[in-house]
């Protein structure tokens, strides 16, 4: 790795910023550039933030647009610095890398093919802070740059215990003030303390271009901290636009369910009873009728805990799914 020179960055001994930017890029300059005006245009007047940009060996033209940047910034822009990694490493070693340099007391991991709407920052800050000494991974609500659709309000658990995205908006409970306490949220936006980041150890390099935002925020979690997606803050998302972006998502996925699986059980719980009891709804079964009763005691509150053929059942799918991850990866748990 080595730092650009750059005409922008933070004299020696200046004050530290409130803010560290940090985005990686690989490839995808067009959006990049998009991404970085969007960026510029929608902060705050007179916010206290750097700006720290990671080319994780890129092969287009991100290469010599870094070097001309760092020896002309653009007018407005904020303090930059600028890191190059030797050779491709991924999302986790290049954003590790970069918040190592950060100086800000809180961090915000961008995508650089995102694209910032007014008013996204503030609603991700006053969520953080509303939790308070609880935060963790706090994210937002990202809609598909193509069509519109929301692509991310936070994530939840399958019947087989996998995370997905929510991509349907929740209806806000009164007093929630737009913060919607979940399991984890998406690295492409997210919003964290640098100490935190620091006592959780960044990103798990073994991760590679994917769960490694998962992994951090089940980490937050057992470090008895709360993630939460912030309903205010809305971005634009060019899902998935980095070149080989999804080639490892199966390992990756499995080395997430080996670490945390139970975590991952106790989170598929009562979306399994949802979805049970909208399944029973449309067709009843008499022999159901007790999973049934007990389900839906278990969801109005009169209940504890859900049925015990919930955990069966959630087990024996994420069985079939470590049994193909096996056959696939040539691995055995």
Same mark, same amino acid.
């Given at each position: 790795?080595?730092?650009?020179?750059?005409?922008?960055?933070?004299?020696? %001994?200046?004050?530290?910023?409130?803010?560290?930017?940090?985005?990686?890029?690989?490839?995808?300059? %067009?959006?990049?550039?998009?991404?970085?005006?969007?960026?510029?245009?929608?902060?705050?007047?007179?916010?206290?933030?750097?700006?720290?940009?990671?080319?994780?060996?890129?092969?287009?033209?991100?290469?010599?647009?870094?070097?001309?940047?760092?020896?002309?910034?653009?007018?407005?822009?904020?303090?930059? *610095?600028?890191?190059?990694?030797?050779?491709? *490493?991924?999302?986790?070693?290049?954003?590790?890398?970069?918040?190592?340099?950060?100086? %800000?007391?809180?961090?915000?991991?961008?995508? !650089?093919?995102?694209?910032?709407?007014?008013?996204?920052?503030?609603?991700?800050?006053?969520?953080?802070?509303?939790?308070?000494?609880?935060?963790?991974?706090?994210? !937002?609500?990202?809609?598909?740059?193509?069509?519109?659709?929301?692509?991310?309000?936070?994530?939840?658990?399958?019947?087989?215990?996998?995370?997905?995205?929510?991509?349907?908006?929740?209806?806000?409970?009164?007093?929630?003030?737009?913060?919607?306490?979940?399991?984890?949220?998406?690295?492409?936006?997210?919003?964290?303390?640098?100490?935190?980041?620091?006592?959780?150890?960044?990103?798990?390099?073994?991760?590679?271009?994917?769960?490694?935002?998962?992994?951090?925020?089940?980490?937050?979690?057992?470090?008895?901290?709360? !993630?939460?997606?912030?309903?205010?803050?809305?971005?634009?998302?060019?899902?998935?636009?980095?070149?080989?972006?999804?080639?490892?998502?199966?390992? !990756?996925?499995?080395?997430?369910?080996?670490?945390?699986?139970?975590?991952?059980?106790?989170?598929?719980?009562?979306?399994?009873?949802?979805?049970?009891?909208?399944?029973?709804?449309?067709?009843?079964?008499?022999?159901?009728?007790?999973?049934?009763?007990?389900?839906?005691?278990?969801?109005?509150?009169?209940?504890?805990?859900?049925?015990?053929?919930?955990?069966?059942?959630?087990? *024996?799918?994420?069985?079939?799914?470590?049994?193909?991850?096996?056959?696939?990866?040539?691995?055995?748990?």
């Amino acid at each position: 790795m080595r730092l650009l020179p750059c005409s922008s960055a933070p004299p020696p %001994g200046a004050p530290p910023p409130r803010l560290s930017l940090i985005v990686p890029l690989y490839n995808c300059l %067009g959006l990049t550039t998009a991404m970085l005006a969007s960026l510029h245009a929608t902060l705050p007047p007179g916010i206290s933030a750097e700006l720290l940009l990671v080319d994780d060996g890129s092969t287009d033209g991100t290469p010599a647009w870094l070097e001309e940047i760092a020896a002309r910034p653009p007018a407005g822009w904020l303090p930059l *610095r600028i890191l190059v990694n030797e050779r491709n *490493r991924g999302f986790a070693v290049s954003n590790n890398r970069a918040a190592a340099l950060a100086r %800000g007391e809180l961090l915000l991991l961008l995508n !650089n093919d995102l694209v910032l709407l007014p008013g996204w920052l503030d609603p991700l800050l006053a969520a953080h802070r509303r939790l308070g000494a609880r935060a963790g991974l706090v994210g !937002n609500v990202q809609l598909d740059a193509a069509t519109g659709a929301v692509d991310h309000a936070g994530l939840e658990l399958t019947l087989s215990g996998k995370p997905v995205h929510t991509r349907v908006l929740p209806p806000e409970r009164a007093g929630s003030a737009g913060v919607g306490i979940v399991p984890a949220v998406t690295g492409a936006c997210v919003l964290l303390s640098r100490a935190l980041w620091e006592e959780l150890g960044g990103f798990d390099e073994g991760y590679v271009n994917g769960g490694e935002d998962i992994d951090l925020g089940y980490r937050a979690r057992a470090a008895g901290r709360v !993630n939460a997606v912030a309903r205010h803050s809305v971005v634009r998302h060019h899902v998935s636009s980095s070149p080989g972006r999804k080639a490892r998502d199966e390992h !990756n996925s499995r080395r997430l369910a080996l670490r945390w699986r139970e975590q991952l059980l106790a989170d598929s719980l009562e979306p399994w009873c949802r979805a049970h009891l909208a399944e029973a709804w449309v067709r009843p079964d008499q022999q159901e009728y007790l999973v049934t009763l007990r389900t839906a005691a278990f969801l109005a509150g009169l209940r504890r805990t859900p049925p015990p053929e919930a955990p069966l059942r959630v087990t *024996r799918a994420m069985r079939r799914e470590f049994a193909r991850w096996d056959e696939l990866c040539g691995q055995s748990a």
